[in-house]
């Protein structure tokens, strides 16, 4: 099977800010910091919290960089900077888009261990040393860890390469880039006039088509990345909703009864609004199959280059 076969389901913020652990985690932190303020900040759902706060910043990162893209400076603009052709921009941009995309996957491991109250040290939460413990017990959170490993394979190569490298350019643009560039010596003069006697991005040129298009194709596969981490995200977050819940004191969801009733309407009403079920378990049903696909395209990719090496 190929990697593109598979088809992973949209899975929107609201529908993450709506699943049961995070709408509880968001509603219960936010009166228990509005309550105890500085004291609170050792408390489980607090730790929790944080946690999860990151990850959603990292999602609101990734749409910044999107709408920049979107809608980008003027060419005018640009060139006030000589060394700046539109795509360093979209590369600029993008390069955050990876490196948040990498970030909430290391955030989701944090995650894990606080939720478990693993006790694991910064340094020892990551995939390594997650999978091997066996204090996790919950069907889904292994394996959605598992398939979000092969899932942002890519973007972590790319990550990976940028910032040990320092060397990473979108490959959509590859066969645009010069032209880009050459364009830029013409408008700003930098080469003699009988050498480049024409704007080859002019409006309305072929260039400036190819251009707008890979644009798109640039936004649809930001727009496809994000959706494969919301979606391993909720996964992972709605396979743990029970453990974050039993590790909740009777006295403290006595306390906070009205809160949690107010998260379990605002779900409900979600729910009803948009037609929304638990989208949990007709997923964790595929997510063993997509995860030998996956894993099966990428030992066969690496034995292709292997071959090729030799």
């Known amino acids: 099977m190929e990697k593109n076969t598979i088809e992973i389901p949209l899975i929107t913020i609201d529908d993450l800010l709506h699943n049961e652990m995070v709408n509880y985690v968001l509603h219960i932190a936010t009166e228990t910091l509005q309550e105890e303020k500085e004291k609170a900040k050792g408390k489980y759902e607090i730790r929790v919290y944080l946690i999860l706060s990151k990850i959603l910043s990292c999602f609101e990162r990734i749409n910044q960089a999107y709408n920049f893209i979107n809608k980008r400076p003027t060419i005018k603009e640009l060139d006030k900077n000589e060394e700046m052709t539109v795509i360093d921009y979209y590369n600029y941009h993008y390069d955050v888009v990876i490196h948040k995309l990498s970030t909430i996957r290391d955030l989701s491991f944090k995650l894990i261990n606080v939720v478990f109250n693993l006790n694991l040290k910064d340094r020892d939460c990551d995939w390594k040393h997650i999978k091997k413990d066996k204090r996790i017990t919950v069907p889904g959170v292994l394996s959605i860890q598992e398939l979000y490993y092969y899932l942002i394979l890519d973007i972590?190569?790319?990550?990976?390469?940028?910032?040990?490298?320092?060397?990473?350019?979108?490959?959509?643009?590859?066969?645009?880039?010069?032209?880009?560039?050459?364009?830029?010596?013409?408008?700003?003069?930098?080469?003699?006039?009988?050498?480049?006697?024409?704007?080859?991005?002019?409006?309305?040129?072929?260039?400036?088509?190819?251009?707008?298009?890979?644009?798109?194709?640039?936004?649809?596969?930001?727009?496809?990345?994000?959706?494969?981490?919301?979606?391993?995200?909720?996964?992972?977050?709605?396979?743990?909703?029970?453990?974050?819940?039993?590790?909740?004191?009777?006295?403290?969801?006595?306390?906070?009864?009205?809160?949690?009733?107010?998260?379990?309407q605002r779900i409900n009403a979600y729910e009803r609004k948009n037609n929304k079920i638990e989208l949990l378990i007709p997923y964790l049903a595929k997510v063993e199959d997509w995860t030998t696909s996956l894993k099966e395209y990428y030992e066969g990719k690496n034995k292709r280059v292997n071959k090729e090496q030799q």
Not at 209 to 217: G, I, Q, S
Not at 220 to 231: A, G, P, Q, T
């Open 156 to 264: 972590e190569s790319n990550r990976n390469e940028s910032t040990h490298n320092g060397s990473f350019k979108i490959k959509i643009f590859e066969h645009i880039d010069g032209v880009v560039k050459l364009s830029q010596y013409k408008r700003l003069e930098i080469v003699p006039k009988d050498i480049i006697d024409f704007d080859p991005m002019a409006k309305g040129t072929y260039n400036e088509l190819l251009l707008k298009m890979k644009k798109k194709e640039l936004l649809d596969l930001i727009n496809k990345e994000k959706s494969i981490s919301l979606f391993c995200i909720h996964v992972l977050t709605c396979s743990m909703s029970n453990i974050f819940k039993s590790n909740l004191s009777e006295e403290y969801k006595e306390k906070h009864s009205n809160t949690i009733l107010l998260a379990n």
